[in-house]
């Protein structure tokens, strides 16, 4: 199993930014495909966005296409995800996640992911 820690979360207002991190350890990380889930209150765990394990492919909920970027440098074990332009209803706990592939997909469905975060909580004042 590969442990993820992420971090990068906070309160901030609409229109500003923040950039999560997420830190692997205990397998080789360019091994996984990863990716960022949400859930805000009361409401489903929901794709956020995902990327492949060489970082070739990735793929965006359409609500945060043009907004949110993710990257990944496998050299530091780290993936990230740089959310700009925020709006209120990005508030949520965010989850980073990691599936081992093979080939280089991106995996969109929670169900695709059998290793998770704690989760880092993202807050959008307006």
């Known amino acids: 199993q590969v442990q993820l820690v992420e971090s990068g979360g906070g309160l901030v207002q609409a229109g500003g930014s923040l950039r999560l991190s997420c830190v692997a350890s205990g397998r080789t990380f360019s091994d996984y495909a990863m990716g960022w889930f949400r859930q805000a209150p009361g409401k489903e765990r929901e794709f956020v966005a995902a990327?492949?394990?060489?970082?070739?492919?990735?793929y965006y909920q359409d609500s945060v296409k043009g907004r949110f970027t993710i990257s990944r440098d496998n050299a530091k074990n780290t993936v990230s995800l740089q959310m700009n332009s925020l709006k209120p209803e990005d508030t949520a706990v965010y989850y980073c996640?990691?599936?081992?592939?093979?080939?280089?997909?991106?995996?969109?469905?929670?169900?695709?992911?059998?290793?998770w975060g704690q989760g880092t909580q993202v807050t959008v004042s307006s």
């Open positions: 990327i492949s394990w060489s970082g070739i492919s990735t």
């Open positions: 996640a990691a599936e081992r592939t093979i080939g280089d997909p991106v995996y969109v469905y929670w169900y695709d992911y059998h290793n």
